[in-house]
């Protein structure tokens, strides 16, 4: 089973953060062709938590990052897992761990076909579906 870390992006190791930003390329822009400027700016944000599962041999097979989006709100995004890691359960552990880790709502956007996943999760569609770079998502909440 892939061990889940986090840490605050100031304090990841240069060796870390490239390999979770090369896994948000591989999966948002070369698998998903989505030409969007994923470097937003968010990461660097004193609240950004990057949260990530390492396989056995240390390599990073999934990835998503925990913004503060202010009033005790938490922001999930940029969830990517590596093709050869789906199926296994590897980004519901990260979500249950951001979930475990934090008070209060959590929000996110999600992709449309992803909504009933994160159903499961316990979140709820918070609004109307809309296009994000030509991909249908949905805005969902998990009140606490």
Known sequence: ??????????????????ALMRLRQDVFVLEQECLYPDLDGRDLEPGTVQWWAEDGVGAVVATLRALDDGEGVVRVGRVATARDARG??????????????????????????????????????????????GIPHVPMRLAR
């Open 1 to 18: 089973m892939p061990v889940v870390r986090s840490a605050p992006t100031r304090d990841l190791s240069a060796e870390v953060l490239y």
């Open 88 to 133: 296994a359960g590897v980004a519901r552990q990260l979500v249950l761990g951001v979930l475990a880790a934090t008070r209060g709502p959590v929000v996110l956007d999600a992709q449309s076909h992803l909504e009933h996943w994160y159903e499961r999760l316990g979140f709820a569609r918070d609004g109307a579906e809309f296009l994000d770079d």
